[in-house]
């Protein structure tokens, strides 16, 4: 029930109509019996300023930053964890002492709390795509003991200068040069890849749709589907995706006999970490997060 005393927290990008985090969140805060709504706020680029100090002069107990506001929203904050300031991007806003936004990033989190349970030590990685949600990925994957992680690109000059910014930040901890290596996806290379590969993490949205249908359409799969067909049924597949679940690339993957991870789970933690950080609380509800967004999914 929404009194005088219900305070705000929501999040900020566009668009964020389709998103699932008002779901997720506003269950927890319920299980919790906060007495906060969380919405999904529209924000275009050039409000981020405003909107940021205006909400947090009303007392907004928290923001999460999406798209395409999560490296701009390093300059609202007063202060950026060290992860969030080397991987460029924020999305969590938490409010500090001074009046201003503290500016966190839980996306690497929520993309290594479904990897708890695996063996992946030594492991070798395959990132698809090297965009916003690839740095989070691979900052991720730097702290796994893995023998190398290969990002796959489409385009020569990003990919070069997307491995070279990551060799020079603090996040590569690892100094072996053949460590994190590019490839273009139509490499003939890729092929030997792929059927070493421990571990293919999907960050492009090439399999992403408002459908439910899970049937292999080859246009949504990622690079091109023949190149799955060397798949070996010890790689699991990780797809940041989470509508249609599981998407075509995932479906295919389980014909392999491969073990599959898809995007709800992150997106769950990375929500869950957000909302421990706003409530200074340890003990946030995930099942009933979970529980909230496949029923929202199923709906
Ligand atoms: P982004 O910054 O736009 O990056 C997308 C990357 O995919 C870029 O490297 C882009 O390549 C590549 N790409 C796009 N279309 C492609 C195609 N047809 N073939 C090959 N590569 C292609 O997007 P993002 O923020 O990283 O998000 C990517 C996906 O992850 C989205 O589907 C998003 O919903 C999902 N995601 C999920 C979570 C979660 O919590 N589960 C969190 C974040 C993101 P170029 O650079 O060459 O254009």
């Known amino acids: 029930m929404i009194s005088g005393k219900t305070c705000l927290v929501g999040l900020l990008g566009q668009p964020v109509n389709h998103s699932l985090s008002p779901v997720i969140q506003n269950a927890a805060l319920k299980e919790m019996g906060l007495d906060w709504c969380y919405l999904a706020m529209p924000c275009v680029s050039e409000h981020l300023g405003q909107i940021t100090k205006a909400l947090r002069e009303i007392n907004c107990k928290g923001l999460n930053i999406t798209i395409p506001h999560k490296q701009n929203a390093l300059n609202v904050c007063k202060y950026v964890t060290p992860m969030a300031k080397s991987l460029g991007a924020v999305n969590t806003l938490v409010p500090n002492k001074e009046g201003g936004w503290s500016g966190m990033n839980t996306d690497v989190e929520g993309f290594l709390?479904?990897?708890?349970?695996?063996?992946?030590?030594?492991?070798?990685?395959?990132?698809?795509?090297s965009g916003g949600s690839a740095r989070a990925v691979?900052?991720?994957?730097?702290?796994?003991?893995?023998?190398?992680?290969?990002?796959?690109?489409?385009?020569?000059?990003k990919l070069k200068e997307f491995i070279l910014e990551f060799s020079?930040?603090?996040?590569?901890?690892n100094n072996d040069p053949t460590y994190l290596k590019g490839l273009l996806q139509d490499s003939e290379e890729l092929i030997e890849e792929i059927k070493e590969a421990d571990l293919i993490v999907n960050t492009t949205p090439v399999g992403m749709s408002a459908s439910r249908t899970s049937t292999i359409i080859t246009s949504e799969i990622p690079i091109e589907k023949k190149i799955w067909q060397h798949l070996q049924p010890n790689s699991i597949l990780y797809d940041l995706i989470y509508t249609p679940r599981p998407t075509a690339w995932l479906?295919?993957?389980?014909?392999k006999g491969c073990q599959q991870i898809d995007g709800l789970e992150m997106l769950i933690q990375q929500g869950a970490a957000s909302l421990k950080l706003w409530s200074n609380n340890d003990q946030v509800p995930i099942d009933v997060m979970r529980a909230a967004a496949k029923a929202h999914l199923r709906a």
């Open 138 to 157: 691979i900052a991720g994957l730097q702290t796994l003991n893995l023998n190398q992680v290969l990002i796959v690109g489409r385009k020569r000059n």
């Open 251 to 255: 479906t295919l993957g389980a014909q």
């Open 168 to 173: 020079k930040k603090s996040l590569q901890i």
């Open 113 to 129: 709390a479904p990897l708890k349970d695996k063996k992946l030590d030594g492991a070798k990685a395959i990132v698809l795509g």
